[in-house]
Structures are given as C-alpha cells and as structure tokens.
C-alpha cells in the first residue's frame, strides 16, 4: 500500500473510531452530554459517521484490490 493509500485508510479509522468513541458516552452515561437536548439525534448522527467511514473502507478496499499500477509495482 503506497503512503496515500495508508494515509486514507487512517483517516477512515480516526473518523470511525471518534463516532464510536462519542456514541459509547451517549449510550453509556448520556449525563455526560448534558448540553445537547437531542441525544436520540446525536446517536443517529455517530451511527451515519460509523457507517460513512466503514464505507469509505470498504471502497478504498475495493480500489485498492483492482488497482492496476499497484499489480505492476508487485
């Protein structure tokens, strides 16, 4: 995997592990969000940012394994 192709995969992962992270606290001890009067939205919200980074994966996967320079560089 070249330095970009690392580089996006961190990306998703730190987006990923951030949502999952915040929904922990909302599900866990929602007094730890007390400043938010939407808590059932902020839920959604982490759950959407899970699901969009995990995507972000799986495509960057799927490019990856049908990537033509990087079988040439093998």
């Known amino acids: 995997m070249n330095p970009l192709q690392t580089a996006a995969v961190a990306h998703f992962e730190a ?19 007390g400043s938010h009067t939407d808590i059932v939205d902020d839920v959604v919200t982490y759950i959407n940012e899970i699901a969009n980074a995990e995507a972000g994966l799986e495509i960057l996967a799927r490019v990856v394994e049908d990537d033509p320079i990087e079988s ?3």
């Open 15 to 33: 987006l990923r592990t951030r949502a999952l992270a915040n929904l922990q606290v909302c599900l866990s001890s929602p007094v730890g969000v």
């Open 72 to 74: 040439e560089e093998e």
